[in-house]
């Protein structure tokens, strides 16, 4: 049995970022939308997902690379001297595994961040981190430790399997081999924390050795290689680029995985596939 989870993340970043998840969702295979519940159009975000009650709005939590719920005095130690989240995720993540006045800092964001969700009155359907941060050994113990509180049922796991991955793009077979072995293990007890706190998973995922280039020639090919279980088809689309501090990378081809998000004709090629389109909130029923 093939199910197919395909996600936006970065809801709520811009407009032009919102107007590919609502267009994608109405006429392609969309099915859930990860928010920034502290992005500049995270209201606009919001309001388009209201109208669409069947779209997947997950938590995209933001701890580097970003604005901050609380006020930066708060968190002093993950915000540099303009208030925003540093942007290195490897410095940030060794330094929040062993200071532990840096972890309560990232459990009042994570808090302030999942309060501010539930505000909105959109149910709950994933959660995932921006630049996956939500795999660090100290988070993933934060999400298992509040799945009650907030309602945590599905958090994506962010690994992709080389051979199957390497399969449908015929291309980089040593980094996807090399960046798979090299997190193989803590991805595992990743997986295994969630389990125990009845957190649920995608079983596979595509998009992160390709991100910022789901072009629909790419998507279709992922879709062509399909494996069993519950995959899950990420990626950044947008309707145009944009300027500001907020922009997404200028070598992100986001107008053409808006594309491949919004092309009806993808929803034959899910058939073909013999997948069926999901939410992760699809998996719980």
Known sequence: MKQLICTADDFGLALPVNEAVEQAYRNGILTCASLMVTAP????????ARSMPELGVGLH????????????DEVPDLVDSSGRFHANPAAIGARTFFQPRLQQQVEREMRAQF?????????????????????????VGLLARMAHEF??????????????????????????????????????RMRQRLQRANIRCNDHMFGLLDSGDMTPERVARFLHELPDGVSEIYCHPATRHWRGEDAL???????????????????ELVEQAGATLTSFDGLHR
């Open 249 to 267: 990378p200028p070598h992100y081809r986001c107008v053409e995985e808006f594309q491949a998000m919004a092309d009806p004709a993808m929803r």
């Open 41 to 48: 159009a995270a209201a606009d975000a919001v309001m388009r």
């Open 151 to 188: 309602g945590i049922r599905s958090v994506r796991w962010p690994v992709e399997q080389p051979l199957a991955s390497w399969r449908a793009q015929h291309q980089r077979l040593l980094r996807r081999w090399l960046t798979w072995f090299c997190s193989a293990a803590r991805l595992l």
């Open 115 to 139: 309060s501010l969700f539930l505000a909105t009155g959109l149910k709950l359907d994933h959660v995932n981190a921006h630049h996956h941060f939500h795999q660090h050994p100290t988070i």
């Open 61 to 72: 939590l933001v701890l580097v690379d970003g604005r901050p719920a609380l006020p930066p």
